[in-house]
T-cell receptor, first 117, second 107 residues
Framework: ETGVTQTPRHLVMGMTNKKSLKCEQH?????MYWYKQSAKKPLELMFV???????ENNSVPSRFSPECPNSSHLFLHLHTLQPEDSALYLC????????????????FGPGTRLTVL | DAKTTQPPSMDCAEGRAANLPCNHS???????VYWYRQIHSQGPQYIIH???NNETNEMASLIITEDRKSSTLILPHATLRDTAVYYC????????FGGGTRLMVKP
């Protein structure tokens, strides 16, 4: 247990569905991250939030919409996804209030395995 | 962030030390060396990190060469549960994951 939880753990959705992934951290951290891991590919950073403000958007398509209502919760809203969006979606958190000026250790959740039919 | 080079796979006998190498010849002065591992289909797990000095914790030891151009992660007594993909990351601002080393611990 890393103190970062993700729900659901598995999700199957059609291309016309709207769903949301949830991440919650119990570590008192100020930064949260979404990563995507497709089969046989390295983790790709999608979004970074620091103190509830989005500070990084790695050219992610608009069908992925993040939301960070407070420093403990992070959502990824999904709509009109494509089959190639099937992947493991990972959430992480770190202590830093700002991602500028150096790295701090990120702690990952278990991930949501998403399948788009 | 600097790039790292790791062997794609390694085997280790159970109970023996696993030594995982990483080259990071373009590392800059303020970049840390981080190690994570990922057991199949789970989230990456933080192992250890360091800047210049060797580091040790309950999971592993990290040996960084004096010129900082390479490092070695040591699992002193590998178990079957240590079978995973191990990522060496040189991080200035963000973590950038490469392909890692797939470590197979065998009985």
């Amino acid at each position: 247990e890393t103190g970062v939880t993700q729900t659901p753990r598995h999700l199957v959705m059609g291309m016309t569905n709207k769903k949301s992934l949830k991440c919650e951290q119990h570590l008192g951290h100020n930064a949260m991250y979404w990563y995507k891991q497709s089969a046989k590919k390295p983790l790709e950073l999608m979004f970074v939030y620091s103190l509830e403000e989005r500070v990084e958007n790695n050219s992610v398509p608009s069908r992925f919409s993040p939301e960070c209502p407070n420093s403990s919760h992070l959502f990824l809203h999904l709509h009109t996804l494509q089959p190639e969006d099937s992947a493991l979606y990972l959430c992480a958190s770190s202590l830093a209030g700002s991602v500028a000026g150096g790295t701090d250790t990120q702690y990952f959740g278990p991930g949501t395995r998403l399948t788009v039919l | 962030d600097a790039k790292t080079t790791q062997p794609p796979s390694m085997d280790c006998a159970e109970g023996r030390a696993a030594n995982l190498p990483c080259n990071h010849s373009t590392i800059s002065g303020n970049e840390y060396v981080y190690w994570y591992r990922q057991i199949h289909s789970q989230g990456p797990q933080y192992i250890i990190h360091g800047l210049k000095n060797n580091e040790t914790n309950e999971m592993a030891s990290l040996i960084i060469t004096e010129d900082r151009k390479s490092s070695t992660l040591i699992l002193p007594h590998a178990t079957l549960r240590d079978t995973a993909v191990y990522y060496c990351i040189v991080a200035g601002n963000m973590l950038t994951f490469g392909g890692g080393t797939r470590l197979m611990v065998k009985p």
